[in-house]
């Protein structure tokens, strides 16, 4: 299996564009997860879906954030309008069930300037 | 909601060295307790955990130790290593999504 995949890898934009980060979880997994990670405020979940239904996504900032999940292989986080507090690394996470090991994805990292 | 405490924040150690990073849970129904290891610019990856029935389980250098009266458990590196310096992450849940911790940057010096 190749893992979670994430694309793209990094991601260069300018305040006020909109930003689409992608995710494939491992085939199989029942639970996707996505996460921001800062210096400043550590690895925090934003959202998380089971069976491609969001379960809780209070942790999603602002409405500026949105995410989908409309098939069992893809996931989306979108941020729209950009700003540069929003830059940071990205990482999507899948695992069997909610309350299981998850595999973290390689990360994107998003500057916006 | 579940919250877990990680200490300490960072950890200096000298190759050979013994390094512990503990964590504190509050949530009484949990019973998973992954430890991930981040290294620079890399993703979390899972290094060891373990579950409610179980004190303790080793991997070679790792191992964690649980005590679920006083709700902490613990992450435990003998013999460290250079190429043990990353930062280190607890996570606690029951039967919800993972609750991390803070997370610790242990740096050992050759």
């Known amino acids: 299996d190749a893992g979670v995949i994430q694309s793209p890898r990094h991601e260069v934009t300018e305040m006020g564009q909109e930003v689409t980060l992608r995710c494939k979880p491992i085939?199989?997994?029942?639970?996707l997860f996505w996460y921001r990670q800062t210096m400043m405020r550590g690895l925090e979940l934003l959202i998380y879906?089971?069976?491609?239904?969001?379960?809780?996504d209070s942790g999603m900032p602002e409405d500026r954030f949105s995410a989908k999940m409309p098939n069992a292989s893809f996931s989306t986080l979108k941020i729209q309008p950009s700003e540069p507090r929003d830059s940071a690394v990205y990482f999507c996470?899948?695992?069997?069930?909610?309350?299981?090991?998850?595999?973290f994805g390689p990360g994107t990292r998003l500057t916006v300037l | 909601g579940e919250n877990v405490e990680q200490h300490p924040s960072t950890l200096s150690v000298q190759e050979g060295d013994s390094a512990v990073i503990k964590c504190t849970y509050s949530?009484?129904?949990?019973?998973?307790f992954p430890w991930y290891k981040q290294e620079l610019g890399k993703r979390p990856q899972l290094i060891i955990d373990i579950r409610s029935n179980v004190g303790e389980k080793k991997d070679q250098r790792i191992a964690v130790t649980l005590n679920k009266t006083a709700k902490h458990f613990s992450l435990h590196i003998t013999e460290t290593q250079p190429e043990d310096s990353a930062v280190y992450f607890c996570?606690?849940?029951?039967?919800?999504?993972?609750?991390f911790g803070k997370g610790t940057m242990l740096l050992v010096s050759p």
């Open positions: 949530d009484s129904a949990s019973n998973y």
């Open positions: 879906f089971n069976n491609n239904v969001p379960i809780d």
């Open positions: 996570a606690a849940t029951g039967y919800s999504t993972l609750t």
């Open positions: 085939s199989g997994h029942n639970s």
């Open positions: 996470a899948s695992s069997l069930k909610i309350y299981n090991e998850q595999f």
